[in-house]
């Protein structure tokens, strides 16, 4: 999937969930490229990556304002959620270039990025 010079601002949940593939067996969940964007101001997170087996890139992008609460209460401007134990085989990569994560915050842990 891929998002370019795009808004996404005050929504009820996260701004942007990349949620693909299936853990379980492995299925190619794809990538994100999310380019020259601004995430601001989402009440449950801005960007949360939950994909296995594809590699995502975030760049030229301004992530500010989110606000990650409640139990899950992790990672305001960015959750990228990484497992490499059975039965939760993922190998990924997230890149960030050029970006700036400001005013972020989380009730549990990672402000900014977890």
Not at 78 to 99: E, F, G, M
Request: with cysteine; proline share 3%.
């Amino acid at each position: 999937m891929e998002i370019a010079n795009c808004t996404i601002r005050n929504n009820g949940g996260r701004g942007v969930l990349f949620n693909g593939g299936n853990p379980i067996n492995n299925a190619d969940g794809g990538s994100l490229r999310l380019d020259s964007s601004v995430i601001e101001s989402n009440s449950d997170g801005g960007v949360s990556l939950h994909t296995p087996c594809g590699d995502s890139l975030i760049s030229n992008c301004v992530i500010q304002g989110n606000t990650s609460s409640g139990s899950g209460g992790r990672g305001g401007g960015i959750h990228s959620l990484v497992a490499d134990s059975a039965p939760w085989k993922w190998t990924r990569t997230l890149q960030v270039y050029n970006c700036t994560i400001q005013n972020n915050h989380a009730e549990q842990r990672g402000g900014g990025v977890y």
